[in-house]
């Protein structure tokens, strides 16, 4: 330990704020899992391809959650050492800074509103440079041309951002600006990479790129280290004033830093929402030729780094659809057991492309599509069908990656929600020809936030200097042949060409 603990006996919380709920963990100096909190997220779906959060239901769930882990640790509030914060990335806030409330809804990252703005963009050939710049595509996911289109659509906030009377953030921006009361408004290199407004080389706000989308540089918060210092909390119920915040990243480099992958290298896969697969490619930020993004990560100490990226818009969200919209089945996890009482998905195909597709194919106007629908099937074919998607659409990235970096991927980290299905898990190392490894605990986000905001007070130097698990990995080895592999990816890609010449 470099320095002293600054705080009680060391323990770290961990605010993981995601798309459909918040999780908060209270960890020890051992980086063990004293207790956890969750309240799910109200999703609001106002027209077709438009998804909205309320500012204030992610900052409720947020303290029912904190509130949670904090009772069952048995832990007092007084005896944090600090606080990190992680985040579902893009999702767009805009709120008043004197009253702290938001002007607006927030529009999240699945959000498909902006896509025609985006084509225009393209179609008017500026894409190349602003990829050059960003390392990202013009596509709706990424923040700007949602933060434009709130600022056109209310004639009254343009005058009142430009005077600075409005402060823009992703998730992590306002979780700081809320439990700092209004004294911080901040967000980290990985969460500013995920704008289209970040230089991504210099890693400062780009003034060519506010302009090109209208944005008042007045808006925008200061962009800190990721173990940096990120004030102190005042105000939050549940919390005495004073505790440090020290860690914030958003979820998919907070994943990677949570699964020790800080060096070139490093790569995983994260199941929830959506999938996102990140390569470590060190200090320095590599161009993708296969369709991947290029964006900021973390080094062993939280320091600026870079990675490569691959996002599949629909992993878990197509499992909660079967859930809530078409009532197929009443709990996610019961997914599993459905999907095992068959032995295949009697031919069926689902593409979930209910937010367009991400990598490689960079579809925002692309819908879902279901092949292969018989009178032979069943609930269990189309449960199996659309846990089997999630699978293929990561081995569509697994494969764009290995172009990239011109290697094979032999062994796959994992992490997540929907990691923790097996059935799901051993079809992925079975269609990817490659081992799967899930770690004890699957909540690596929050865990990576835990050991930023750890090195940021001191607890540890840095990443490597975190205690492991006390239990292994596991490992899921393939066992389809090479023949049904083939087989099973024919159809897949089968389907997928059919959707994209729609």
Request: glycine share 12%; aromatic share 6%; with cysteine.
């Given at each position: 330990?470099?320095?002293?603990?600054?705080?009680g006996k060391?323990?770290?919380?961990?605010?993981?704020?995601?798309?459909?709920?918040?999780?908060?963990?209270?960890?020890?100096?051992r980086?063990?899992?004293v207790?956890?909190g969750?309240?799910?997220l109200?999703?609001?779906?106002?027209?077709?391809?438009?998804?909205?959060?309320?500012?204030?239901?992610?900052?409720?769930?947020?303290?029912?959650?904190?509130?949670?882990?904090l009772?069952?640790s048995g832990?007092?509030?007084?005896?944090?050492?600090?606080i990190?914060?992680?985040?579902?990335?893009?999702?767009?806030?805009?709120?008043?800074?004197?009253?702290?409330?938001?002007?607006?809804?927030?529009?999240v990252?699945?959000?498909?509103?902006?896509?025609?703005?985006?084509?225009?963009?393209r179609?008017?050939?500026?894409?190349?440079?602003?990829?050059?710049?960003?390392?990202?595509?013009?596509?709706?996911?990424?923040?700007?041309?949602?933060?434009?289109w709130?600022?056109?659509?209310?004639?009254?906030?343009?005058?009142?951002?430009?005077?600075?009377?409005?402060?823009?953030?992703?998730v992590?921006?306002?979780?700081?600006?809320?439990?700092?009361?209004?004294?911080?408004?901040?967000?980290?290199?990985t969460?500013?990479s995920?704008?289209?407004?970040?230089?991504l080389?210099?890693?400062?706000?780009?003034?060519?790129?506010?302009?090109?989308?209208?944005?008042?540089?007045?808006?925008?918060?200061?962009?800190?280290?990721s173990?940096?210092?990120?004030?102190?909390?005042?105000?939050?119920?549940?919390?005495?004033d004073?505790i440090?915040?020290?860690?914030?990243?958003g979820?998919?480099?907070?994943?990677?830093?949570?699964?020790?992958?800080?060096?070139?290298?490093?790569?995983?896969?994260?199941?929830?929402?959506?999938?996102?697969?990140?390569?470590?490619?060190?200090?320095?930020?590599?161009?993708?030729?296969?369709?991947?993004?290029?964006?900021a990560?973390?080094?062993?100490?939280?320091?600026p780094?870079?990675?490569?990226?691959?996002?599949?818009?629909?992993a878990?969200?197509?499992?909660?659809?079967?859930?809530?919209?078409?009532?197929?089945?009443?709990?996610?996890?019961?997914?599993?057991a459905i999907?095992?009482?068959?032995?295949?998905?009697?031919?069926?195909?689902?593409?979930?492309?209910?937010?367009?597709?991400?990598?490689?194919?960079?579809?925002?106007?692309?819908?879902?599509?279901?092949?292969?629908i018989?009178?032979?099937?069943?609930r269990?074919?189309?449960?199996?069908?659309?846990?089997?998607?999630?699978?293929?659409q990561?081995?569509?990235?697994?494969?764009?990656?290995?172009?990239?970096?011109?290697?094979?991927?032999?062994?796959?980290?994992?992490?997540?929600?929907?990691a923790?299905?097996?059935?799901?898990?051993?079809?992925?190392?079975?269609?990817?020809?490659?081992?799967?490894?899930?770690?004890?605990?699957?909540?690596?986000?929050?865990?990576?936030?835990?050991?930023?905001?750890?090195?940021?007070?001191?607890?540890?130097d840095?990443?490597?200097?975190?205690?492991?698990?006390?239990?292994?990995?596991?490992?899921?080895?393939?066992?389809?042949?090479?023949?049904?592999?083939?087989?099973?990816?024919g159809?897949?890609?089968?389907?997928?060409?059919?959707?994209?010449r729609?």
């Amino acid at each position: 330990m470099r320095r002293g603990m600054k705080r009680g006996k060391g323990r770290i919380l961990a605010i993981d704020q995601g798309t459909t709920g918040t999780t908060a963990l209270v960890l020890d100096e051992r980086a063990r899992v004293v207790a956890r909190g969750y309240a799910e997220l109200p999703q609001h779906f106002p027209r077709p391809g438009w998804v909205e959060h309320r500012g204030e239901e992610i900052w409720a769930t947020s303290l029912r959650a904190i509130g949670a882990a904090l009772r069952r640790s048995g832990a007092r509030a007084g005896d944090l050492a600090t606080i990190g914060i992680t985040n579902q990335r893009e999702t767009t806030l805009l709120w008043d800074r004197a009253t702290s409330r938001p002007v607006a809804p927030a529009i999240v990252w699945q959000d498909r509103r902006t896509a025609e703005r985006c084509a225009a963009l393209r179609r008017a050939g500026l894409e190349p440079a602003i990829a050059r710049r960003t390392g990202l595509r013009l596509d709706p996911y990424f923040s700007a041309t949602k933060l434009e289109w709130m600022l056109r659509n209310d004639r009254s906030l343009p005058a009142r951002a430009r005077r600075g009377a409005l402060a823009f953030g992703t998730v992590d921006s306002w979780l700081l600006w809320k439990l700092t009361g209004g004294r911080v408004h901040a967000t980290d290199p990985t969460n500013a990479s995920r704008t289209l407004l970040l230089d991504l080389r210099r890693l400062r706000w780009d003034s060519s790129l506010t302009r090109r989308f209208g944005v008042p540089e007045a808006l925008l918060p200061e962009v800190r280290p990721s173990a940096g210092d990120f004030g102190v909390t005042r105000g939050v119920p549940g919390l005495p004033d004073g505790i440090p915040i020290r860690g914030v990243a958003g979820d998919q480099q907070a994943a990677l830093f949570g699964q020790g992958c800080v060096a070139a290298g490093g790569i995983k896969n994260t199941y929830g929402t959506g999938c996102f697969l990140v390569l470590h490619t060190g200090r320095k930020a590599r161009a993708s030729r296969s369709g991947l993004l290029t964006t900021a990560a973390c080094g062993s100490r939280g320091e600026p780094a870079y990675a490569l990226e691959g996002s599949v818009f629909i992993a878990g969200a197509a499992v909660q659809w079967l859930r809530d919209g078409l009532e197929v089945i009443t709990d996610a996890a019961e997914s599993e057991a459905i999907a095992r009482s068959v032995r295949d998905a009697g031919g069926t195909v689902l593409v979930p492309a209910f937010a367009g597709l991400g990598a490689p194919h960079w579809r925002p106007d692309a819908r879902g599509l279901w092949t292969g629908i018989t009178r032979g099937t069943t609930r269990a074919h189309l449960v199996r069908a659309a846990l089997e998607s999630i699978a293929f659409q990561s081995r569509d990235l697994v494969r764009a990656m290995e172009r990239d970096a011109g290697t094979r991927i032999r062994i796959l980290k994992v992490d997540g929600g929907a990691a923790g299905n097996d059935f799901l898990m051993q079809f992925q190392a079975d269609i990817l020809g490659a081992a799967i490894s899930r770690p004890a605990m699957l909540e690596s986000t929050a865990l990576g936030a835990a050991c930023l905001a750890g090195i940021g007070v001191g607890i540890w130097d840095r990443r490597e200097d975190v205690p492991a698990p006390a239990r292994s990995a596991r490992l899921f080895r393939p066992g389809l042949t090479r023949a049904a592999r083939a087989r099973r990816i024919g159809e897949w890609e089968a389907a997928v060409a059919l959707l994209l010449r729609k």
